[in-house]
């Protein structure tokens, strides 16, 4: 399928969109749907709420892969895996898919400060965390005092006959750089030669490669990801802090961003100094791991086809405070849980194997699912889709977005929520593309080419902004009745697919 393809049911003015219970207009139901009504109650808000609760407690610190808090949570929902009857599908008959995960710790805050000439005079500008700089993992432990040099995207490509600190010597110096890469084309093999380049951690190889002492990340979030040199100092920091180290120079923080984007970039020594300071420990021997059961299919054939519903468990830890991650998510692993506590338990017969995944690592860089992808246990083909859910807190209403690698897919999550459960819903294709700067687990499926669906919660009226990679990212951000109503909608979606998709 070579165009946008979007099926839209007609939104329900009934009085019960809000709740979306199941329709139940008549007792004449067959064994089989009576079974789909049993999966629907299974759930309760007050289900939704207590595993929410627990996800965000100090008990499991904010859930950064390699952590024990970590460990607690995986443990954890593989308990309620293993209560619901679900079967372990993880390594030699466990529920834990493991892959090895260093692990950096944030104890101290840190502080980041710039050091502004006036005539004689030198102003000490102190930053404020958490609105002018982010913590980052990936900091080693120390202190630096150096000048800062603006370096684009900080990328060198030999291959692609891109530098963007073109042969400037950065030594000792703190280099100020970009999120994203160059190329903004749609080449599918140009894309996925760009992809390496893209990490923030592969942007700090570069910089320590080049004698940087630190670096300076221009992106308004923490990161957990651990750190690559244990000597290098790095932060994430908001627009106005580049801003500030860019003013007076020739160019502005938005012609530099012009320049990038027409591969004219060009390397900014700003002429002021800043000084930046982390305390972290790292830990080289630690392990993650992907909690994995499975609902086993009852067709001799079909059983060997299998539909994952997954979402990822990990948050960003203790930074050194708790970032709870309410929204990102245990609001998606709640809806992951509920799904699988509604199959389990209502006794449903599917025809096609159900796997349940919380993934770890994804705020690492996807790292837990591109593992899976790389261990799975069944063959590409093999994979009817992933359903990834991350980030539903709040909404009225169901979209479900997807690539052309299974184009028959939309009609199964239209058709089923518009009978059973009462609320809007919108399911899109596009063709697919390569993804260079992979934001969710399902793109490490989709670049794989397995077909993988992003599941979401809209809203019919205005968003509501939210807390990202913050500590206010709390239960606060979470409507659990409206992510009871996903755990219906999604229910019945994976019901039908189990039964009636044709590929």
Not at 34 to 60: G, P
Not at 435 to 459: C, H, K, M, Q, Y
């Amino acid at each position: 399928m070579n165009r946008f393809v979007t099926l839209l049911l007609a939104s329900v003015a009934f009085a019960t969109v809000a709740s979306a219970q199941p329709v139940t207009h008549s007792s004449n139901y067959t064994e089989e749907e009576m079974s789909i009504i049993k999966a629907l109650r299974q759930v309760k808000d007050s289900d939704i709420d207590a595993w929410c609760k627990k996800m965000v407690s100090e008990e499991f610190r904010g859930r950064r892969t390699g952590d024990i808090g970590f460990d607690r949570a995986a443990q954890w929902a593989a308990d309620h895996f293993k209560e619901w009857g679900l079967k372990p599908f993880g390594d030699n008959g466990t529920y834990m898919n493991v892959f090895d995960q260093p692990y950096n710790e944030v104890l101290e805050r840190g502080a980041l400060k710039g050091y502004f000439v006036q005539g004689k005079d030198t102003i000490v500008k102190n930053y404020e965390y958490l609105v002018d700089f982010f913590p980052s993992a990936l900091s080693g432990n120390g202190e630096v005092k150096a000048e800062v040099v603006y370096v684009g995207y900080g990328i060198t490509a030999p291959e692609l006959n891109y530098d963007s600190y073109k042969g400037a010597d950065v030594k000792g110096k703190i280099v100020l750089c970009e999120l994203a890469v160059p190329y903004t084309g749609s080449n599918n093999d140009t894309l996925e030669m760009w992809a390496k380049h893209l990490p923030t951690a592969e942007k700090i190889k570069n910089a320590v490669a080049h004698g940087a002492a630190g670096l300076l990340y221009i992106n308004p979030g923490s990161s957990p990801a651990p750190a690559v040199d244990e000597k290098f100092l790095a932060c994430y920091v908001s627009e106005n802090v580049a801003k500030d180290f860019l003013a007076g120079t020739k160019y502005s923080l938005e012609k530099l961003r012009g320049l990038n984007a027409q591969n004219k970039g060009v390397v900014v020594f700003t002429g002021k100094e800043a000084s930046l300071s982390a305390v972290t420990k790292y830990y080289a021997d630690r392990k993650g791991a992907n909690i994995v059961g499975i609902l086993e299919g009852t067709d001799p054939q079909l059983k060997n086809e299998y539909i994952i519903v997954g979402g990822h468990i990990d948050h960003l830890g203790l930074m050194p405070g708790l970032f709870p991650g309410a929204l990102d998510n245990a609001s998606g692993s709640a809806i992951v849980m509920g799904v699988a506590k509604s199959l389990a338990q209502s006794g449903v017969k599917l025809k096609r194997s159900v796997v349940f995944i919380l993934f770890g690592a994804e705020e690492l860089g996807l790292l837990g699912a591109k593992h899976y992808v790389e261990t799975k246990p069944m063959s590409t083909d093999q994979i009817v889709c992933l359903i990834n859910l991350d980030m539903l807190g709040k909404g009225d209403a169901i979209r479900a977005s997807m690539s052309d690698l299974a184009p028959n897919l939309p009609e199964h999550f239209v058709n089923s929520i518009s009978k059973w459960v009462h609320m809007p819903v919108t399911a899109t294709v596009t063709p697919w593309k390569y993804s260079v700067r992979p934001r969710t687990d399902g793109a490490a499926f989709a670049n794989a080419r397995i077909p993988a669906v992003e599941f979401r919660l809209t809203s019919t009226g205005p968003r509501e902004a939210i807390y990202y990679h913050h500590p206010n990212d709390t239960m606060a951000q979470l409507d659990v009745t409206d992510m009871n109503n996903a755990v219906k909608a999604l229910t019945v979606a994976v019901i039908d697919i189990a039964q009636n998709y044709q590929k």
